[in-house]
């Protein structure tokens, strides 16, 4: 594998403007995505995980609603310093996305044909239609000849997310940004998205960014986790480190506090008191500080996020120094 | 990026207010010096309005923050002014609106200027215009104020019942909405005017018929976009009686939107009144109302050479269905049940 | 009887028991949506049953008939030996005190307009007598919800898992026998999942609540269950205890189900048929088999019944 980086997010922090006042919706954020790999990034709900996925791909930019600071660069190309047209033809070829809602990705009075060949250029009717059955059998869906002349309201909700994802691969992007791809599908559905998004990574060596609130689906799929929590980076290692050794006390409070199959019934579960803060008035310093078993007054100054041995963390009092978990 | 803000501030608002003093500026010098040079006069007075409104808007945003909006507070200022007016009418120091007996020695048609005891002029009967006006916005808001509550209270009655029953109750109040949305308004008053007598109480009711039907889709549609949210289960679960459902729960989450559809009401309505009156099965002059001056504006042909005579109701009449309708759009954006997130 | 059988049921006294439900919903142009389709369970005192099932499977819709809410199509419903099918609208909203909901949507089940305070009296208010302060408080305290910050705040300014308590106090203030916990925990962020569902399990035991857990999440119903009933499409697949769960479920879906946990192996990248039937047209025989890698012929002629396989194990299939 390649190590030069496929994309480079240095100190990206968005800004939200609202009628209370601005908030910073992501705050510093710094990664790099290699080529070929699977990066997965967790947080809850107002971590910011979805506003960073929609700024790296340039959906959100600078403009009277919101201010993008910070550096995003893909494959050589800085994103925020294009123009409209250069994103436009940056997502038709560099970068696909994968929506959370199939339903409302697809435009209900366009058949899936027209959705998968509007995007191809230079191609015959026949050229682009064959390229089209071709994408969809490469995301597993029968009889795609018949596919292409259905409308959206005619497959289930787990066709129409292969569908969606068919449609984010038909410009071969090097990068595949997926935000929380399978929250609106049924859980015997979200597996096999997910196992064919794990497929499409090995056999076409796209990376893909996988955004999800739940710890489960990334664990065992990414190469490297970054956990989120209220805009900033916690924690940013290989995922078999991270889950077998967090250093973080969210990601360690996290994976304590989910119930697993394994344990007993009744097994009583570690809760993490309070809830994630409003991003409006976020804490001083750590912001996980106000919820911390381990916090203390020098968390009163915002801890830098720091690697050891390519197991990087933002915490004054990382898990293994106090000998807990 | 905050300094930037922090520092913008401060500068917005002087800019603003700098070129709000100069626009007013503008205006009272096209007014005092300029009177009587016809175009020129119009363009500056124009010009100077405009710089005055974007200046104080501008400063305005630099005060209270990006959701201030001044055509707003001009609009409730217009409203408070007028309704102030028009309770405190009898006790003001305005000239004769009624009995023409005591205007025998005032001369008709008198020209609007300021600085006479007419400022609006008088019509041809020598009554004074602004106390016309003033009295006429008292009948004109008592019969659409009226109407419109009359309208909230039987078309938010019905609504809600049938929003929340359904079924039998809900099919026979659409057959009768949309049976009196059928019937063309206009046609409808005139009967009504015929029949009734023309005071202010049988006027209130007519026009009611008008806000009815449409005061009940709105209750029925917000009641049935209540209805469905978990916290009517959820009282329902705890044993609450249907009553006390549609007292409790469904009331007080359907008024607001209702209440902001009936400020837009009440701007048809008083056009609605004005209408009336024109034709002359409303108010009955000498009593005035905005709808019977505008009227008195096609008697031997006086609009042509007194125009002040229809613009001055006729302006008063626009900027009060403006204002209405502005702040009850603006209202009703902010209440919209399907527009809600909470 | 063409149901799903009813040996999984238990003699003797039982809070709460559920015969031969069925919902059915006309949707339009003469066409009805089985949302249940005759499935019997039953409810011993201090009892959770867990109801585990993708969504359209009938799992809410059960929860609901229960509650009368709206009553079922068919069916009966017994609370303490009371059958509540059929019973006049103020005796059907008395015996809705015994059983009380909490739903999905925390934010979403409380009026937006009103205070803390009063959404928690709200149960006893109904019933007549607004309960003084000292009780409200006492029932916000045993939810973990400090009264004095809390009293006059409106749902919009807490946050979900607060709007989760608030909800939990006030179905708790009506005294009820039985807790039907639809998808409590869905949509409350992860982080603050683990203590809604530590405090339902400690509320239950401190009070000796029967509980009924609807919920998608595996590990979550084994969590708190004791016995776990397995739906598809409107039936019984199987009654399994929570303990088994994962080690020795037989039916093909409770198979599939566990294999579909995210954090399973890799599976067979090729897509087996994971389109749902309609339940406006429900599959003949067994409900599951246009899915079933076992399906044979005698899956479309006859509709399998609940049998029992090992004590307190009960499975619907006609191959295991």
């Known amino acids: ?91 038709r070829s560099d970068v696909g996305m994968v929506f959370q809602d199939p339903a409302t990705a697809l435009n209900p009075v366009k058949k899936i044909g027209r959705h998968l060949t509007e995007g191809m250029r230079g191609l015959s009717r026949t050229a682009a239609r064959t390229r089209a059955e071709e994408l969809l059998r490469l995301v597993g869906i029968p009889e795609p000849r018949r596919r292409l002349g259905q409308y959206p309201h005619e497959l289930s909700g787990g066709m129409r997310q292969r569908v969606v994802i068919a449609i984010a691969l038909a410009g071969e992007p090097s990068l595949l940004i997926a935000d929380e791809p399978t929250t609106a599908l049924d859980v015997t559905v979200q597996k096999q998205i997910l196992d064919l998004l794990g497929r499409l990574q090995a056999e076409l060596g796209t990376a893909i960014v996988l955004i999800s609130h739940n710890l489960a689906v990334v664990a065992g799929r990414a190469d490297r986790v970054a956990v ?15 889950f077998a050794g967090p250093r ?21 579960l570690q809760a993490i008191d309070g809830a994630p803060p409003d991003m409006a008035a976020p804490p001083p310093g750590c912001r996980f500080a106000p919820r911390c078993r381990y916090a203390s007054d020098a968390c009163e100054t915002s801890p830098a996020l720091v690697a050891d041995h390519g197991h990087a963390y933002a915490c004054h009092h990382p898990v293994s120094s106090i000998g807990g978990a | 990026m905050s300094d930037i803000l922090v520092a913008a501030r401060p500068s917005g608002r002087w800019w603003g207010a700098a070129l709000a003093v100069a626009g007013l500026a503008v205006f009272g010098l096209s007014v005092t010096i300029l009177a009587g040079d016809g175009w020129t006069q119009a363009a500056a007075v124009v010009a100077g309005l405009a710089a005055a409104y974007l200046g104080l808007n501008a400063a305005g945003r630099a005060l209270f923050g990006g959701g201030f909006d001044l ?66 916005a008292r009948s004109s808001l008592v019969v659409s104020l009226g109407a419109v509550a009359i309208g909230m209270v039987v078309g938010g009655t019905v609504g809600i019942a049938a929003g929340y029953f359904r079924r039998g109750a809900d099919a026979g109040v659409g057959v009768l909405t949309n049976a009196l949305l059928a019937v063309p308004p206009l046609i409808l008053l005139i009967a009504l005017g015929t029949v009734l007598e023309p005071n202010l109480r049988n006027i209130a009711v007519a026009l009611s018929l008008l806000a009815i039907p449409s005061m009940i889709r709105m209750a029925r549609a917000s009641t049935m976009a209540f209805a469905q949210r978990e916290f ?52 009955q002059p000498p009593a005035p109302s905005w709808g019977n001056m505008i009227a008195e504006g096609e008697e031997n042909d006086a609009f042509t050479r007194y125009p002040h005579i229809v613009l001055v109701p006729g302006i008063t009449l626009f900027l009060t269905v403006f204002a209405f309708n502005l702040i009850g759009e603006k209202a009703r954006k902010r209440w919209d049940p399907r527009q809600a997130k909470l | 009887m063409a149901g799903t059988g009813t040996t999984h049921l238990r003699p003797g006294e039982r809070v709460l028991s559920v015969e031969d439900l069925v919902v059915e919903f006309p949707v339009g142009r003469g066409r009805t949506v089985h949302a249940v389709s005759g499935i019997s369970f039953d409810l011993l005192d201090g009892e959770t049953l867990g109801i585990l099932g993708e969504s359209g499977c009938g799992k809410s819709s059960a929860g609901r008939a229960v509650m009368q809410l709206p009553p079922p199509t068919a069916g009966s419903v017994k609370l303490n030996g009371t059958e509540l099918t059929g019973l006049g609208r103020s005796a059907l909203r008395d015996s809705r005190r015994k059983m009380q909901m909490i739903l999905q949507n925390p934010v979403a089940a409380l009026n937006p307009r009103r205070k803390v305070a009063d959404l928690v009296a709200e149960g006893p208010a109904v019933w007549g007598g607004k309960p003084d302060r000292s009780r409200i408080e006492a029932a916000l305290e045993a939810v973990g919800l400090d009264p004095a910050t809390v009293w006059d705040r409106r749902p919009h300014e807490l946050s979900g898992g607060q709007c989760q308590r608030v909800c939990i106090a006030r179905a708790l203030l009506l005294d009820p026998r039985v807790l039907i916990c639809d998808e409590p925990v869905s949509s409350l962020d992860v982080s ?129």
């Open chain 2, 232 to 283: 009517v289960v959820a009282a329902e679960a705890i044993g609450a009686s249907r009553w006390r459902i549609m007292t409790r729960e469904l009331l007080p989450n359907v008024l607001l939107p209702l209440a902001s559809y009936g400020m837009v009401m009440v701007s048809v309505l008083i056009v609605a009144e004005a209408s009336l009156s024109f034709l002359g099965l409303g108010v």
């Open chain 1, 1 to 91: 594998m390649d190590d030069s980086p496929l994309l480079t997010v240095e100190d990206l922090s968005t800004e939200i403007h609202t009628s209370r006042g601005p908030f910073k919706a992501v705050d510093g954020v710094s990664f790099t995505v290699r080529p070929g790999e699977m990066f997965g990034i967790v947080g809850e709900s107002g971590s910011g995980k979805s506003v960073l996925g929609r700024t790296v791909m340039g959906l959100y930019t600078s403009g009277p609603t919101m201010t993008v600071t910070g550096k995003v660069v893909l494959d050589g190309t800085d994103v925020h310093a294009l123009t409209a047209a250069g994103r436009r033809r940056l997502w």
């Open chain 3, 192 to 320: 603050v999942q683990a203590q809604i569902l530590n405090l339902l399990e400690s509320t239950r035991a401190r009070l000796g609540l029967s509980m009924i857990f609807i919920a998608h999440d595996l590990a979550v119903v084994k969590n708190v269950s004791d016995r776990i009933m397995v739906m598809y499409l409107g039936k019984i697949c199987e009654v399994v205890p929570s303990g088994a769960l994962a080690g020795s479920a037989l039916h093909p879906y409770t198979r599939l189900l566990l294999a579909s946990v995210p954090d399973a192996p890799q599976g067979d990248a090729e897509p087996e048929n994971t389109e749902l039937p309609s339940p406006m047209a429900p599959p003949t025989g067994c409900r599951f088999r246009t899915r079933c890698p076992l399906a044979t012929d005698l899956c479309a002629k006859e509709e399998p019944n609940l049998r029992q396989t090992t004590d307190g194990h009960h499975v619907a299939c006609h191959m295991v």
């Open chain 1, 228 to 242: 989120m929590y209220a805009g900033r980076l916690a924690e940013l290692a290989p995922a078999a480190a991270l």
């Open chain 2, 71 to 136: 055509m707003f507070w001009l609009c409730a200022g217009w409203l408070v002014l007028l309704v102030g007016a028009a309770v405190a009418a009898p006790v003001l120091p305005l000239g004769e609106h009624q009995d023409i007996v005591r205007t025998l020695g005032t001369p008709g048609m008198a020209v609007p200027d300021l600085s006479t005891s007419h400022p609006l002029g008088t019509n041809n009967f020598g009554l004074d215009q602004l106390a016309r006006v003033v009295h006429g």
């Open chain 1, 248 to 268: 973080h006390p969210y990601t360690e409070a996290l994976l304590a506090s989910v119930p697993r199959l394994a344990d007993p019934p009744h097994s009583p």
